[in-house]
């Protein structure tokens, strides 16, 4: 007696609910494996670009760089995003409703749009998480109700309750039961993980923004920024937009 003689004797109702723990589980699988990759090299990244932000001697020179490495990160993302904001205002259609407003505010409007799609690309595959990890407990417990029911439907067959006529079942209600808690156990735990990878890096994120605007702010009073913003903008602007279809954390 094992887990295939389980599979032989199992009806339609326990090989369904079988295959929606089994559909469960491949897909917290494929989440926790995927966003754990790209957090550890959106991490990496993040501290490489990080570390040059503050070591270059300009926010020119941080446009260079920006030019030649492309998007690699939420923090470069945030840091074109700004830059694109500039270029963006300095040829503004006055007439268009999204460049109303100062260039202190056009810029922050475009900072805090990086900053979503930014936290919305961190969130894909968290509400999956979430599902599974309040759910599957009770796909299980479904599963277990309807193997107490095959004991019971067996005794009163039988007409007495040994232990002949009620393995069987009852095993059946046993794995059902550890199924359930197996496949959302390790939901729970990663979502919970990544829920707090996602805030740190988005305090992180904030924080460093409120940096980013003082020194694209005080580049626009000046109007040192424009020519380098240029030439950074249209070659990036591709690859903006390959990284999100890419979805990359």
Request: proline share 2%.
């Amino acid at each position: 007696m094992g887990f295939q003689s389980f599979i032989a004797q199992a009806d339609g109702v326990a090989l369904f609910i079988l295959f929606v723990l089994f559909i469960m589980s491949v897909g917290t699988w494929y989440y926790i494996l995927t966003k754990g990759w790209r957090y550890y090299g959106a991490q990496n990244r993040s501290r490489e670009f990080i570390r040059g932000f503050w070591a270059a001697p300009s926010i020119e020179a941080v446009a260079r760089k920006l030019r030649s490495t492309g998007i690699t990160d939420p923090f470069s993302h945030l840091v074109h995003h700004g830059f694109t904001a500039v270029e963006q205002h300095q040829s503004r259609n006055q007439n268009s409703l999204i460049d109303a407003g100062s260039a202190e505010e056009f810029l922050t409007r475009s900072l805090k749009r990086a900053i979503d799609q930014d936290k919305a690309r961190l969130e894909s595959g968290l509400t999956f998480l979430a599902t599974v990890a309040s759910s599957a407990p009770f796909v299980g417990l479904f599963g277990t109700v309807w193997g107490i029911y095959h004991a019971l439907m067996a005794i009163s067959l039988n007409g007495q309750g040994g232990i002949g006529q009620v393995a069987g079942p009852v095993g059946e209600a046993l794995i059902m039961t550890g199924l359930g808690l197996a496949v959302a156990i390790p939901s729970a735990v990663a979502y919970n993980v990544f829920v707090r990878l996602n805030r740190n890096t988005l305090v992180q994120l904030n924080s460093f923004a409120h940096d980013v605007f003082t020194f694209l702010s005080t580049g626009l009073a000046t109007g040192t920024l424009l020519h380098d913003v240029e030439r950074t903008s249209d070659r990036m602007i591709t690859r903006v937009q390959q990284t999100q279809q890419a979805g990359g954390v």
